[in-house]
């Protein structure tokens, strides 16, 4: 049994407090009105003037300030502090999907070695009920026009006797428009939430039933083939609607196993994190060295996977130049280039160098260090996808970005570990169980990190 | 003493991973373990050091990596400049991209071929090699343990017998006696013969058109139900399946160029045409821009005629601009020779459109300017 420490209690709140606060701070300090804009940036152009020497670009620049321009800095500013927060949710919501997803193949599969994960797949995937409702929230407001991430769901731009008509928004409005939108997000997140549940309880049948009996086990295994398919369909349709549709004159039919991948590799990430941390407490004895190896191995496949298709959409822009395609990637090179290459280099050249090594992923401290790059670099990712559409060049990496960071981080330990505490961390009476306790890969020799 | 060769035939991969054991227990070598299947962990128990195979796959792909990148900078970049899709040439660096496919799928062809050639070399099982097993019964359901042993054999008999062995047996080896193979290969040369004369007779085929298949998967792949592109269609104009464009159409963009590709129509361009786009940095600029895409591979950088193509000697009679290489040509003949191309100049026009085509005339004027 788990004990959920004061410490980590303290911690998690804490780090939650620092979201909180962090998130008000970046509310506080976001402009209100265009004038606020019109002074900030007169306040940048004189700087500029100041170690240019040269009075007239100053001049120039103000010029070119008109009001529409500032009004649509303001949106991108306001946009800000709710895009921070709704790429950390994001995040946080996809490692807790895929950590799910991971359960539901090793039921599908029938797998052995994995059994002593189970239970803490099931935790960290229990995220998705705290975090899907905070998700949800922000897709409200959004749709409540509380912010403009969605900047689609303005209804002057399916007006065709607005100046603002945008036809091609127009032709997507059977699909992106909000009453739907907020229908599909009910419906993924209780199609995910409802599979978890079942595949949770039914895990603990299993653990009280007799010797021999697999009814719930074998129950475990048709609610994740239902998932499964389920999944399929919505982690694409939720990847348009939650991060492509940011977007809306765009389109990729590759995005949803490329937020997938990303997605994936990050949940394991963070399970070689918890599990490793466990294991330091002392907890999770039937764990070894050959679990953590096949989770790395998991990351290392799925980095390449990501890369894979991270430059199947890459080369053929870049191949074809075709003006409607190129402008995602004209949208990232222009304002994001270093933390696009950087985030290209954490996510494939890294795990490539650093998990090639069959050996080396069976180190725990290794692994722990693999896990926060990856999480880093598909957080960067899922920043970079998101914040061009939503805040153009406005962007930077401040206290709103790391604050809600933080504040995720520590609601998802809160939750991850609240569930712990709650069941034994074995999944008792598992029919592989034994299996898994006996998993060596063979050529692992070390006993100690 | 001579030389003996002890063989323990055992039954069940348990027992013959107890009985490796056992014998290793008491400090005897193994010199060779014969299993119908992979046992795990036997090679840990035998002692044998582990596989090397990784670093060799890792030094295998690295050669095919650095080789990929020879191959697509001396194909594409050194020995014949090739200009695709108007992407920028003539630097490795900038075509990198496209070149990555072939990067990866050398590296992955090298590892993979490499190292299992060279896992059959290690293991003796190229063509015409011979073969080793000893027991025919160990491709079945038999394991098999081999020892040559100098000297007294019985303290390893009764290890073996005690560890289970169905079968333990004793022989002598006389030097010049081969082992006894349980199946016999033809010599090394004839099976070169025969391999050889397989792959002569492959490549004898007839003009005879190929015996239809027994059975055809998928028959819709193979032919298609829709008319293809370029063949013929009983409802099409002409019976084709291709349509030329409705009369007195253009496509999009197009602007319709009315001198003819004759000598009198080169005269024409040459002396009346002028160009309709301001003649300003902008356009010279982008003129430049896919003048160094599209031209200088035959013609050069400076228009000098000195393109690699033609240092390396694979176009030749490509002139300079100077004045006094080509005394008698204006922004319209250049304009006329681009769309049309001349001799063995190709025509640009597909690749190029009409204002494209302008303003890189624009640039040979200048190159022109500059060329003594």
């Not at chain 1, 982690?235 to 004159?249: A, E, F, L, R």
């Not at chain 1, 002392?282 to 679990?291: A, E, I, K, P, R």
């Not at chain 2, 289970?164 to 010599?187: H, M, Q, S, Y």
């Given at each position: 049994?788990?004990?959920?420490?004061?410490?980590?209690?303290?911690?998690?709140?804490?780090?939650?407090?620092?979201?909180?606060?962090?998130?008000?701070?970046?509310?506080?300090?976001?402009?209100?009105?265009?004038?606020?804009?019109?002074?900030?940036?007169?306040?940048?152009?004189?700087?500029?003037?100041?170690?240019?020497d040269?009075?007239?670009?100053?001049?120039?620049?103000?010029?070119?300030?008109d009001?529409?321009?500032?009004?649509?800095?303001?949106?991108?500013?306001?946009?800000?502090?709710?895009?921070?927060?709704?790429?950390?949710?994001?995040?946080?919501?996809?490692?807790?999907?895929?950590?799910?997803?991971?359960?539901?193949?090793?039921?599908?599969?029938?797998?052995?070695?994995?059994?002593?994960?189970?239970?803490?797949?099931?935790?960290?995937?229990?995220?998705?009920?705290?975090?899907?409702?905070?998700?949800?929230?922000?897709?409200?407001?959004?749709?409540?026009?509380?912010?403009?991430?969605?900047?689609?769901?303005?209804?002057?731009?399916?007006?065709?006797?607005?100046?603002?008509?945008?036809?091609?928004?127009?032709?997507?409005?059977?699909?992106?428009?909000?009453?739907?939108?907020?229908?599909?997000?009910?419906?993924?997140?209780?199609?995910?939430?409802?599979?978890?549940?079942?595949?949770?309880?039914?895990?603990?049948?299993?653990?009280?039933?007799?010797?021999?009996?697999?009814?719930?086990?074998?129950?475990?295994?048709?609610?994740?083939?239902?998932?499964?398919?389920?999944?399929?369909?919505?982690?694409?349709?939720?990847?348009?609607?939650?991060?492509?549709?940011?977007?809306?004159?765009w389109?990729?039919?590759?995005?949803?196993?490329?937020?997938?991948?990303g997605?994936?590799?990050?949940?394991?990430?963070?399970?070689?994190?918890?599990v490793?941390?466990?294991?330091?407490?002392?907890?999770?004895?039937?764990?070894?060295?050959?679990?953590?190896?096949?989770?790395?191995k998991?990351?290392?496949?799925?980095?390449?996977?990501?890369?894979?298709?991270?430059?199947?959409?890459?080369?053929?822009?870049?191949?074809?130049?075709?003006?409607?395609?190129?402008?995602?990637?004209?949208?990232?090179?222009?304002?994001?280039?270093?933390?696009?290459w950087t985030?290209?280099?954490?996510?494939?050249?890294?795990?490539?160098?650093?998990?090639?090594?069959?050996?080396k992923?069976?180190?725990?401290?290794?692994?722990?260090?693999?896990?926060?790059?990856?999480?880093i670099?598909h957080?960067?990712?899922?920043?970079?996808?998101?914040?061009?559409?939503?805040?153009?060049?406005?962007?930077?990496?401040?206290?709103?970005?790391?604050?809600?960071?933080?504040?995720?981080?520590?609601?998802?330990?809160?939750?991850?570990a609240?569930?712990?505490?709650?069941?034994?961390?074995?999944?008792?009476?598992?029919?592989?169980?034994?299996?898994?306790?006996?998993?060596?890969?063979?050529?692992?020799?070390?006993?100690?990190? | 003493?001579?030389?003996?060769?002890?063989?323990?035939?055992?039954?069940?991969?348990?027992?013959?991973?107890?009985?490796?054991?056992?014998?290793?227990?008491?400090?005897?070598?193994?010199?060779?373990?014969?299993?119908?299947?992979?046992?795990?962990?036997?090679?840990?128990?035998?002692?044998l050091?582990?596989?090397?195979?990784?670093s060799?796959?890792?030094?295998f792909?690295?050669?095919?990596?650095?080789?990929?990148?020879?191959?697509?900078?001396?194909?594409?970049?050194?020995?014949?400049?090739?200009?695709?899709?108007?992407?920028?040439?003539?630097?490795?660096?900038?075509?990198?991209?496209?070149?990555?496919?072939?990067?990866?799928?050398?590296?992955?062809?090298?590892?993979?071929?490499?190292?299992?050639?060279?896992?059959?070399?290690?293991?003796?099982?190229?063509?015409?090699?011979?073969?080793?097993?000893?027991?025919?019964?160990?491709?079945?359901?038999?394991?098999?343990?081999?020892?040559?042993?100098?000297?007294?054999?019985?303290?390893?008999?009764?290890?073996?017998?005690?560890?289970?062995?169905?079968?333990?047996?004793?022989?002598?080896?006389?030097?010049?006696?081969?082992?006894?193979?349980?199946?016999?290969?033809?010599?090394?040369?004839?099976?070169?013969?025969?391999?050889?004369?397989?792959?002569?007779?492959?490549?004898?085929?007839?003009?005879?058109?190929?015996?239809e298949?027994?059975?055809?998967?998928?028959?819709?792949?193979?032919?298609?139900?829709?008319?293809?592109?370029?063949?013929?269609?009983p409802n099409g104009?002409?019976?084709?399946?291709?349509?030329?464009?409705?009369?007195?159409?253009?496509k999009?963009?197009?602007?319709?160029?009315?001198?003819?590709?004759?000598?009198?129509?080169?005269?024409?361009?040459?002396?009346n045409?002028?160009?309709?786009?301001?003649?300003?940095?902008?356009?010279?600029?982008?003129?430049?821009?896919?003048?160094?895409?599209?031209?200088?591979?035959?013609?050069?950088?400076?228009?000098?005629?000195?393109?690699?193509?033609?240092?390396?000697?694979?176009?030749?009679?490509?002139?300079s601009?100077?004045?006094?290489?080509?005394?008698n040509?204006?922004?319209?003949?250049i304009?006329?020779?681009?769309?049309?191309?001349?001799?063995?100049?190709?025509?640009?026009?597909?690749?190029?459109?009409?204002?494209?085509?302008?303003?890189?005339?624009?640039?040979?004027?200048?190159?022109?300017?500059?060329?003594?």
């Amino acid at each position: 049994m788990y004990i959920f420490s004061q410490k980590l209690k303290t911690l998690s709140f804490v780090l939650m407090a620092v979201g909180i606060l962090s998130l008000a701070f970046g509310f506080i300090t976001t402009p209100s009105t265009v004038e606020d804009v019109n002074n900030q940036m007169e306040h940048v152009d004189a700087d500029h003037s100041e170690d240019s020497d040269s009075h007239e670009t100053a001049v120039k620049i103000n010029d070119h300030h008109d009001e529409a321009h500032a009004e649509h800095v303001l949106t991108q500013l306001k946009n800000r502090p709710w895009s921070a927060l709704y790429v950390s949710a994001l995040f946080f919501l996809f490692i807790a999907l895929g950590t799910l997803f991971f359960m539901a193949i090793q039921y599908i599969g029938q797998a052995g070695w994995s059994v002593v994960l189970l239970r803490v797949m099931e935790a960290m995937s229990t995220y998705l009920i705290p975090g899907g409702l905070i998700v949800f929230l922000i897709l409200l407001a959004g749709g409540l026009h509380f912010h403009h991430i969605f900047h689609w769901m303005d209804a002057s731009l399916i007006d065709p006797n607005s100046p603002n008509f945008d036809p091609i928004i127009e032709g997507k409005s059977g699909y992106l428009n909000v009453p739907f939108f907020l229908l599909r997000a009910v419906v993924y997140l209780g199609g995910w939430i409802g599979a978890l549940l079942l595949i949770k309880k039914y895990s603990i049948e299993q653990e009280n039933a007799e010797v021999g009996n697999n009814i719930a086990y074998n129950k475990a295994f048709k609610v994740s083939a239902i998932f499964m398919v389920f999944f399929g369909v919505t982690s694409s349709t939720g990847s348009w609607d939650w991060v492509m549709s940011v977007d809306p004159h765009w389109f990729s039919t590759l995005f949803g196993w490329y937020v997938f991948s990303g997605m994936f590799v990050s949940a394991l990430a963070m399970m070689v994190l918890v599990v490793v941390y466990l294991k330091t407490k002392g907890y999770l004895q039937t764990v070894n060295h050959s679990h953590i190896h096949d989770l790395g191995k998991f990351m290392f496949g799925f980095s390449i996977f990501w890369t894979y298709l991270w430059f199947s959409q890459f080369v053929l822009y870049w191949y074809a130049n075709i003006p409607e395609e190129v402008t995602y990637y004209i949208a990232r090179f222009a304002d994001y280039k270093v933390a696009f290459w950087t985030m290209v280099v954490m996510n494939f050249v890294f795990p490539l160098i650093v998990l090639m090594d069959s050996g080396k992923k069976s180190y725990y401290p290794y692994m722990v260090v693999t896990g926060v790059v990856l999480i880093i670099g598909h957080y960067m990712d899922l920043f970079i996808m998101i914040m061009p559409g939503s805040v153009g060049s406005h962007w930077y990496f401040g206290v709103v970005e790391i604050g809600t960071f933080l504040g995720f981080l520590g609601l998802f330990i809160f939750c991850t570990a609240n569930n712990l505490s709650k069941r034994s961390l074995i999944a008792k009476g598992h029919p592989m169980l034994k299996e898994s306790e006996h998993y060596h890969y063979y050529n692992i020799e070390h006993e100690d990190h | 003493m001579s030389k003996k060769l002890v063989h323990g035939l055992f039954d069940d991969d348990d027992i013959l991973m107890s009985g490796v054991k056992a014998v290793r227990q008491k400090g005897i070598d193994i010199d060779e373990v014969y299993t119908p299947f992979p046992v795990h962990g036997l090679d840990k128990a035998m002692g044998l050091k582990p596989t090397r195979i990784a670093s060799a796959a890792f030094i295998f792909g690295i050669i095919g990596f650095f080789f990929a990148i020879w191959l697509t900078w001396f194909m594409m970049i050194e020995d014949w400049p090739q200009n695709i899709g108007g992407k920028p040439s003539f630097t490795w660096l900038e075509n990198m991209p496209s070149f990555i496919p072939i990067m990866f799928e050398m590296t992955i062809f090298f590892t993979a071929h490499l190292m299992v050639t060279t896992y059959f070399f290690k293991n003796k099982l190229y063509p015409g090699s011979a073969g080793i097993n000893p027991d025919p019964r160990t491709t079945d359901d038999k394991f098999l343990m081999e020892f040559f042993v100098d000297g007294d054999t019985s303290n390893l008999e009764a290890i073996l017998k005690d560890s289970g062995a169905i079968e333990v047996t004793v022989k002598d080896i006389v030097e010049e006696e081969k082992r006894n193979l349980w199946f016999k290969l033809p010599p090394k040369s004839a099976s070169v013969v025969v391999i050889l004369l397989g792959l002569g007779l492959s490549s004898c085929s007839s003009d005879e058109p190929m015996r239809e298949p027994v059975s055809v998967y998928m028959p819709d792949m193979y032919h298609s139900v829709a008319y293809e592109p370029y063949s013929e269609d009983p409802n099409g104009i002409n019976s084709m399946e291709a349509r030329t464009p409705v009369d007195g159409t253009i496509k999009r963009g197009y602007v319709p160029y009315d001198i003819p590709n004759t000598n009198e129509g080169y005269q024409e361009a040459l002396m009346n045409l002028k160009s309709p786009i301001a003649s300003n940095d902008e356009n010279a600029k982008y003129g430049e821009e896919l003048y160094n895409i599209y031209c200088i591979s035959c013609h050069g950088i400076n228009g000098d005629g000195q393109g690699k193509l033609v240092q390396n000697e694979k176009f030749l009679g490509v002139p300079s601009y100077a004045a006094s290489r080509l005394p008698n040509i204006s922004e319209g003949s250049i304009f006329h020779v681009i769309t049309y191309g001349k001799n063995m100049m190709g025509s640009h026009a597909s690749q190029l459109t009409w204002d494209e085509r302008w303003k890189i005339s624009q640039h040979v004027l200048k190159l022109r300017s500059q060329l003594k």
